[in-house]
């Protein structure tokens, strides 16, 4: 029999006066009752009771025992109480980490909204593109750009990540508008280099039969800042290839042109995902987060399985 059980018997024995009336408030059997005493009295080396055939007494060790074990446990179950109003409520400090540039370009705008709604809930914000081990740094939340393979975590799919071709207005007046793969290989291009890898990310260009695949195409600009890639798009340092929430803005300002309907890489590892630690009962801080997130995505034109840029260039 577990301890906690067993001070629970012990207490109601000092309240009732007997076993038998400790075994009906407990809804067992005074024979069980009386071998939980009797174990407890041999486990701490003091007798608790008093026992003759008419009455059954507390000793003064008794007493003592019994009003520090009720403190304990009452103390266990308000400490209860409020952890589960804790995780039943939206409040406390959320630790949130996200991609730099989703972060900034997409959750940071929606933050106020999501503060106003939920007051009693404060943020920690941690912006990097590091993929730092959440449970480690004790982060509630991760939102990132990948798919992240640990038994620990739950990754829940917050968007694909659609890829589009873009380049500024002004150099397509100056350079024309290439119409298949081939073509953008007398094209100047921005590269973008992933930080954890050091390499080029792939370009995928569609062929004549309008069919993705990857090409082999010099970068004469690189940058391993995702932030940077709409703005030298803009400057007309060339065509680039991004995903759909680094050039949304600036086609939104038509500072940007999409040339060409956009490409998803291979599932399930493509896209944007909520992931935080799996357990069996999430924080309400952590749910209505994850909530607030998917309405406003869905207002945006974005879900699990699609995102607006499907429907430009089609």
Same mark, same amino acid.
């Given at each position: 029999?577990?301890?906690?059980?067993?001070?629970?018997?012990f207490?109601?024995?000092?309240?009732?006066?007997?076993?038998?009336?400790?075994?009906?408030?407990?809804?067992?059997d005074?024979?069980?009752?009386?071998?939980?005493?009797?174990?407890?009295?041999?486990?701490?080396?003091?007798?608790?009771?008093?026992?003759?055939?008419?009455?059954?007494?507390?000793?003064?060790?008794?007493?003592?025992?019994?009003?520090?074990?009720?403190?304990?446990?009452?103390?266990?179950?308000?400490?209860?109480?409020?952890?589960?109003h804790?995780?039943?409520?939206p409040s406390?400090l959320?630790?949130?980490?996200?991609?730099v540039?989703y972060? /900034?370009?997409?959750?940071?705008?929606?933050?106020?909204?999501?503060?106003?709604?939920?007051?009693?809930?404060q943020?920690?914000?941690?912006?990097?593109?590091m /993929?730092?081990?959440?449970?480690?740094?004790?982060?509630?939340i991760?939102?990132?750009?990948?798919?992240?393979?640990?038994?620990?975590?739950?990754?829940?799919?917050?968007?694909p990540?659609?890829?589009?071709?873009?380049?500024?207005?002004d150099?397509?007046?100056?350079?024309?508008?290439?119409?298949?793969?081939k073509?953008?290989?007398?094209?100047?291009?921005?590269?973008?280099?992933?930080?954890?890898?050091?390499?080029?990310?792939?370009?995928f260009?569609?062929?004549?039969?309008?069919?993705?695949g990857?090409?082999?195409l010099?970068?004469?600009?690189?940058?391993?800042?995702?932030?940077? *890639?709409?703005?030298?798009?803009?400057?007309?340092?060339?065509?680039?290839? *991004?995903?759909?929430?680094?050039?949304?803005?600036?086609?939104e300002?038509?500072?940007?042109?999409?040339?060409?309907?956009?490409?998803?890489?291979?599932?399930?590892?493509?896209?944007?995902?909520?992931?935080?630690?799996k357990r069996?009962?999430?924080?309400?801080?952590?749910?209505?987060?994850?909530?607030?997130?998917?309405? /406003?995505?869905?207002?945006?034109?974005?879900?699990?399985? /699609?995102?607006?840029?499907?429907?430009?260039?089609?």
């Open positions: 029999m577990d301890k906690f059980r067993t001070l629970e018997l207490l109601a024995t000092c309240e009732q006066g007997s076993f038998a009336g400790a075994a009906r408030e407990c809804g067992t005074p024979s069980t009752v009386s071998k939980a005493i009797s174990r407890l009295e041999t486990e701490l080396g003091l007798t608790l009771f008093q026992r003759s055939t008419r009455k059954l007494s507390i000793t003064l060790a008794g007493q003592e025992y019994a009003q520090t074990a009720k403190n304990s446990l009452d103390a266990i179950l308000r400490c209860e109480a409020s952890l589960k804790n995780n039943d409520t406390g959320l630790r949130i980490s996200t991609a540039c972060g /900034h370009l997409y959750l940071r705008p929606l933050l106020k909204a999501f503060c106003l709604r939920y007051p009693d809930i943020l920690d914000l941690e912006i990097s593109d /993929h730092a081990d959440i449970i480690e740094k004790n982060i509630d991760a939102i990132r750009t990948g798919f992240v393979k640990d038994n620990r975590l739950v990754a829940r799919r917050l968007s990540m659609d890829f589009l071709i873009c380049a500024s207005p150099y397509l007046a100056q350079n024309g508008l290439p119409k298949y793969d073509d953008f290989e007398q094209h100047t291009w921005i590269g973008f280099r992933i930080k954890q890898t050091q390499q080029l990310q792939p370009i260009l569609p062929n004549s039969e309008g069919e993705y990857y090409c082999e010099s970068r004469q600009h690189i940058t391993d800042d995702g932030g940077s *890639m709409a703005p030298l798009c803009i400057d007309g340092f060339g065509f680039a290839q *991004m995903p759909h929430f680094l050039a949304k803005e600036a086609l300002q038509g500072k940007l042109v999409s040339v060409f309907p956009s490409f998803r890489p291979p599932e399930p590892e493509n896209g944007v995902f909520a992931i935080y630690p069996e009962f999430l924080p309400a801080k952590v749910r209505v987060f994850i909530e607030f997130i998917i309405e /406003h995505l869905q207002e945006m034109g974005e879900g699990s399985y /699609h995102t607006w840029a499907q429907t430009l260039n089609t």
